[in-house]
C-alpha cells in the first residue's frame, strides 16, 4: 500500500511513517517544514516531500505521482498559532483539506484520516461531550477543524470519498515547543524529568481531558484499517486519560516518580480565561468503541509518565 502522511515529521505523523515502514508500505511524507530528527531512523525508507497544504497543484502532484492508496492527513497548524494568524490557519487547515480531499476524489486515492480535535466544541458544552454534542468553537483552530468535518462528511457521501475524522483530545508528549491552553499537561512531566523546575500557567484543579501521543497515532491507523461498513458515525471523539485529571493529579503522580520534583502555579489569567468557556471534563467515546473497537493502550497517567521517561532516555535526539 502506498500511504501518504501529510504533516509526517510531526509528533503523530512520525509514529505513523514508522508503523507503515515496519508493514512494508510505501511512505510519503508531506511537510511545509519536515523535521528530519523526528525520523531519522526510517529517512532512508520513506520519500519526503517539502510542499506547502494550501496549494492545490503541490497536493494533487504527490497524490497522483506517488499512486497513493491512503492519506492520514495530520498536517495542520496547531491552536496556539491558528489563533495568532488565522489567516494563515485558514489557509493550511481549511484550504489544506479541501485540496486533500480534491486530490483524493480526483485520483481515488482510497481512505482519508482527518485527526479534528476536542476544541470544536465550546460555549455551552457542559461536562461532558457526546459526539452528537453541538459544536461551538471559540478558537479558530476549532472552527476550521469543525468545517473541515462537515466538509468530510459531504465529501463521503456526496463524491463517494472514504474519508473518517476523528476529535483527539489534547495530546501530550515529549518535545513540544509550542505553548497553549493544555500543554501543561506534558510539560509537568517533561520539565521534572528532564531535571528542570516547571511554573504551571493554571490553576490546581484546571481539567483537560488527554491523551498520550502513542494513543493518537494508534487511534489514527486503527480507524484507517476499519472495514468502510463499519463507519456510522464518520466524525468520532477518541479519548485517553480516564478519568480527566487535574493538574494537582499530574503534579502527585509526578512527584511519586520524581520525588524532588519543583513544580508552582502561577496562572496566565488569558488561558485561565479560555478555561471559564471549556468545561468538557469527560469526553464520551462510546461510539468509536462500538463501531471499530477503540481502547487506549495508556489509560492512565502513572502508564503514560514511565513510557514518556522512556522515550526521552532512549530517542534524546528526536525530543531535543
Known amino acids: ?79 496556539a498559532p491558528s489563533d495568532a494568524k488565522p489567516w494563515a490557519s485558514f489557509q493550511a487547515n481549511v484550504i489544506g483539506t479541501v485540496n486533500v480531499l480534491e486530490a483524493a476524489r480526483m485520483f481515488d486515492a482510497g481512505t482519508v ?12 458544552t457542559g461536562k461532558v ?15 476550521g477543524k469543525a468545517y473541515c468535518e462537515n466538509l468530510g462528511r ?46 504551571c500557567f493554571v490553576t490546581e484543579d484546571t ?14 491507523d486503527a480507524i484507517a484499517s476499519t472495514p468502510s461498513d463499519h463507519i456510522k458515525t464518520v466524525n468520532y471523539n477518541v479519548g485517553g486519560i480516564t478519568p480527566t485529571t487535574s493538574a494537582r493529579d499530574i503534579e502527585q503522580v509526578v512527584r511519586r516518580h520524581v520525588p524532588d520534583a519543583v513544580i508552582t502555579y502561577v496562572p496566565d489569567p488569558a488561558i485561565m480565561a479560555y478555561y471559564k468557556t ?17 481502547c487506549p493502550a495508556y489509560p492512565d497517567i502513572d502508564t503514560v509518565l514511565l513510557d514518556f521517561k522512556a522515550e526521552l532516555d532512549e530517542h534524546p535526539d528526536w525530543y531535543a
Not at 483530545?169 to 497553549?180: D, E
Open 129 to 143: 461531550a457526546y459526539d452528537a454534542t453541538v459544536q461551538h468553537p471559540t478558537t479558530m483552530y476549532g472552527c
Open 278 to 294: 471549556f468545561t468538557i471534563e469527560t469526553f464520551d467515546d462510546s461510539r468509536a468503541r462500538k463501531e471499530w473497537g477503540w
Open 113 to 124: 484520516v482527518f485527526p479534528s480535535t476536542i476544541a470544536t466544541f465550546g460555549l455551552d
Open 154 to 199: 459531504f465529501y463521503r457521501t456526496r463524491f463517494g470519498v472514504d474519508f473518517r475524522g476523528i476529535r483527539l483530545p489534547s495530546v501530550i508528549g515529549p518535545g513540544a515547543k509550542v505553548r497553549h491552553v493544555s500543554q501543561y499537561n506534558a510539560w509537568m512531566m517533561e520539565y521534572p524529568l528532564r531535571g528542570m523546575p516547571f511554573e
Open 1 to 79: 500500500m502506498n500511504v501518504l502522511i501529510t504533516g509526517g515529521t510531526g509528533f503523530i505523523g512520525a509514529l505513523l511513517a514508522r508503523t507503515h515502514v515496519r508493514r512494508g508500505d510505501g511512505v510519503v511524507i508531506f511537510d511545509v517544514s519536515p523535521n528530519m530528527n523526528r525520523i531519522d531512523d526510517i529517512r532512508n525508507d520513506v520519500s519526503i516531500i517539502q510542499g506547502n497544504l494550501a496549494f492545490a497543484s503541490e497536493v494533487n502532484n504527490v497524490v497522483r505521482d506517488n499512486r497513493i492508496e491512503r492519506i492520514l492527513h495530520l498536517g495542520s497548524m496547531l491552536s
Open 207 to 220: 481539567r483537560m481531558p488527554t491523551m498520550y501521543f502513542k494513543d493518537a497515532a494508534n487511534a489514527v
